[in-house]
């Protein structure tokens, strides 16, 4: 069993930068895709980046791509997400969730359904 805990959220402006942590107990985390998704209010889920167990692979939404950068440290059980120029549509909750169907899997999938393991979530509220 996999416990994840989301920090570094909060309120920003426009242009500025946050980085997120999804810090893991339990389980081998280490072994596994990690996702970010995010909802913002009276919206559906939606992926938002995704690497593999080994770092090796990363995948983004075309909505964050070139401004967002996915990364983990397995030696900590921390899986971070750095956002840059942010801008207001990026206000939502944002989870992290670990993907446990294959082991030492590359492909990362988008399909939030598909993952197995949720975090509560950290708010970020971008101000324009």
């Known amino acids: 069993q996999v416990q994840l805990v989301e920090s570094g959220g909060g309120l920003v402006q426009t242009g500025d930068s946050l980085r997120l942590s999804c810090a893991a107990s339990g389980g081998t985390f280490s072994d596994y895709i990690v996702g970010w998704f995010r909802q913002a209010p009276g919206k559906e889920r939606e992926f938002v980046a995704g690497?593999?167990?080994?770092?090796?692979?990363?995948h983004y939404a075309f909505s964050v791509k070139g401004r967002f950068a996915i990364s983990r440290d397995n030696a900590k059980n921390t899986v971070y997400l750095q956002m840059d120029s942010l801008t207001p549509e990026d206000t939502a909750v944002y989870f992290c969730a670990v993907d446990t169907s294959i082991f030492h899997s590359e492909y990362i999938r988008t399909n939030g359904f598909l993952y197995d393991y949720w975090g509560q979530g950290t708010q970020v509220t971008v101000s324009s």
């Open positions: 690497i593999s167990w080994s770092g090796s692979t990363t």
